[in-house]
C-alpha cells in the first residue's frame, strides 16, 4: 500500500511540514519529503507533457531515494480538451504520446506508480463520450502500465448508490484501468474497484466551497483546506481495508494540501491502517510560523 500526497512542493508548508531552515532549499524538498512517504502524485504534468530533461530530471532525483516512486497525471489537451470535444482518436494519439515520452521512462527506472486522467467535471454521460474514452484508453498499454481515471461529472454515477455506472465501470474493467476512488464533499467514497489495483483521492469535504461555482480563485483554492477528523479517517482506513484485501497494490493521495493538511492526514491514516512510518508533529494551525521570505513571494 503506498500512501503520500498530491504535490510536494507547496510554499505554506514551511514551518509546518518543512523546517523553515529549509525555506530557500526547495531542490531539497522531495528528499525530505521522501523521509516520510514512499510515493507523490505529480501534477504539473497535467499542464503540459513534461520534456525530456523534466523526466530526466524526477528519475534522477527518484533513484537516489529508497523505495520511492511518482505517480503522473495526465496533460489537459487530452482530458480537458480532446475529450470534450468526443475526439477520442486525437486524444489517444496525444495520450500515447505521453506515455512514451513520460511514462515509459518512469517505468523502466522503477519509478512509476500510475497514471492519473482526471476528466474534465464538463465531461458529461452523453452520446460519443464513452467511445471517446474508450479511443482514449484503447491508445495505451494498459496491460503493461497502471492507470486511473476520476470521473467527476454525476451523471457518471448511479444516483443510488453513489457507483460507477455499469457501461463505464465495464469499459474500464476490460482494460484494467482503475475507476479512482474519491472522497469529497458531494458522496462517500465507492467501493467498487475496476482494476487489479485502486487508487484513491482524497479530496476533503468543504461542501460550502465546492458547490459554488462562481468562488474567486482564493476561495476556490480553499476547498482543499478540510482537515479530516479522526472519525473520518477511521472511517476512511475501514473502506479502503476492504477495498484493499482483494487488490495487487492500492494507492491512496490526499489532495487537501493547504497548510499541510495532506500531510497531516496521510501519516494519521497509516496510523489507522498500521503501517509503520518516521514520527511528525504537523502544526495545522492558522498561524504560520514561515519567516518573511515565503510571504514575500505570495
Not at 502500465?145 to 474500464?172: I, K, T
Request: aromatic share 12%; glycine share 6%; proline share 3%.
Amino acid at each position: 500500500m503506498f500512501i503520500g500526497c498530491s504535490g510536494w512542493s507547496f510554499e505554506d508548508w514551511v514551518g509546518r511540514f518543512y523546517p523553515v531552515n529549509m525555506a530557500r532549499k526547495k531542490e531539497e524538498w522531495l528528499r525530505y519529503y521522501s523521509n516520510y512517504f514512499s510515493t507523490v502524485e505529480i501534477n504539473s504534468t497535467f499542464f503540459r507533457e513534461p520534456e525530456d530533461f523534466i523526466v530526466n530530471g524526477w528519475i534522477k532525483k527518484g533513484s537516489a531515494l529508497k523505495d520511492f516512486e511518482f505517480s503522473v497525471k495526465m496533460p489537459q489537451t487530452v482530458t480537458h480538451q480532446a475529450l470534450i470535444n468526443n475526439e477520442g482518436e486525437q486524444a489517444g494519439v496525444m495520450a500515447s504520446s505521453f506515455e512514451v515520452r513520460c511514462v515509459k521512462p518512469l517505468a523502466d527506472n522503477g519509478l512509476l506508480g500510475a497514471t492519473l486522467l482526471q476528466l474534465s467535471p464538463s465531461f458529461e454521460n452523453k452520446e460519443g463520450s464513452l467511445e471517446a474514452l474508450r479511443s482514449t484508453l484503447s491508445a495505451l498499454d494498459t496491460d503493461i502500465y497502471r492507470y486511473a481515471v476520476e470521473f467527476r461529472h454525476r451523471s457518471w454515477f448511479d444516483n443510488s448508490s453513489g457507483e460507477l455506472e455499469a457501461r463505464a465501470f465495464e469499459l474500464l474493467q476490460s482494460l484494467n484501468v482503475a475507476n479512482v476512488l474519491a472522497d469529497g464533499p458531494e458522496a462517500p467514497v465507492a467501493m467498487k474497484c475496476s482494476a487489479n489495483h485502486a487508487y484513491y483521492r482524497l479530496h476533503g469535504r468543504k461542501r460550502e466551497v465546492w458547490s459554488d461555482e462562481e468562488q474567486e480563485e482564493s476561495l476556490r483554492l480553499s476547498r482543499f483546506d478540510h482537515l479530516y477528523t479522526d472519525e473520518e479517517i477511521k472511517q476512511l482506513a475501514a473502506s479502503i481495508q476492504v477495498v484493499s484485501a482483494t487488490r495487487s497494490q492500492t494507492r491512496i493521495y490526499f489532495c487537501n494540501n493547504s497548510r499541510a493538511r495532506s500531510a497531516r492526514n496521510a501519516l494519521q491514516l497509516m496510523d489507522q491502517l498500521g503501517i509503520a512510518h518516521k514520527e511528525k508533529d504537523i502544526p495545522v494551525d492558522d498561524h504560520s510560523t514561515v519567516g518573511p521570505f515565503l510571504m514575500s513571494k505570495r
